[in-house]
């Protein structure tokens, strides 16, 4: 049975990679794909995930949903001088009328993963690769819907290297660092991984 799972993502150059890796693994099933204001701002990261879901052309229509334009506290920070302006490197990645392939959720991203966390409880995995934003606002809103997810596995954090925007800070970390305490207080009992 294919492993049901969320991206929560903030569509730079390395998120993208991402998607396509999980939608052309025959291991996953993703079930939604969730943008966070983090490389880019959530506008452009919104229209990056629907650049790339049209080259992917997924056959499972998954759900998609904005979620968070700014961090819990404090200022903005974006990667353009990593991932460019656009989040993508500038590739020419011209949008095709492929709509019909995902479903648009009307709600905020930090809805859309509870309510499908309580549809499929101890099934879902919820992968973030980005700032921690709604996945704190998730554990705000509605802490039990977020405690039936699976697992939680977050691209954060550094611990024997030096981090990659200060000498000791990694960029998903130092984007929302209220959202991230948040997230690692709050004695979740799913299994979290930092990578």
């Not at 000498?167 to 709050?186: C, G, Q, R, T, Y």
Request: net charge positive; aromatic share 6%; proline share 6%.
């Amino acid at each position: 049975m294919k492993k049901r799972i969320i991206i929560d993502c903030d569509v730079g150059v390395d998120d993208a990679l991402a998607l396509i890796l999980a939608f052309h693994s025959p291991e996953l099933n993703v079930e939604a794909v969730t943008g966070v204001n983090g490389n880019v701002p959530l506008n452009q990261v919104f229209e990056n995930i629907r650049k790339v879901l049209s080259l992917i052309q997924p056959q499972n229509k998954p759900f998609v949903a904005k979620g968070a334009d700014k961090p819990l506290k404090g200022k903005t920070v974006y990667a353009h001088s990593v991932h460019g302006s656009d989040g993508l490197g500038g590739a020419k990645i011209e949008r095709k009328e492929a709509e019909g392939r995902w479903q648009l959720y009307p709600g905020r991203a930090d809805e859309l993963i509870t309510k499908m966390a309580r549809r499929y409880p101890d099934e879902l995995t919820l992968i973030a690769t980005g700032p921690l934003t709604n996945v704190a606002l998730g554990l705000k809103k509605d802490p039990e819907g977020m405690k039936k997810l699976k697992e939680v596995s977050i691209m954060g954090g550094v611990v024997r290297a030096k981090g990659n925007i200060t000498p000791h800070a990694e960029f998903n970390i130092f984007s929302d660092p209220l959202a991230a305490e948040i997230v690692f207080k709050s004695g979740w009992a799913c299994d979290i991984e930092v990578g």
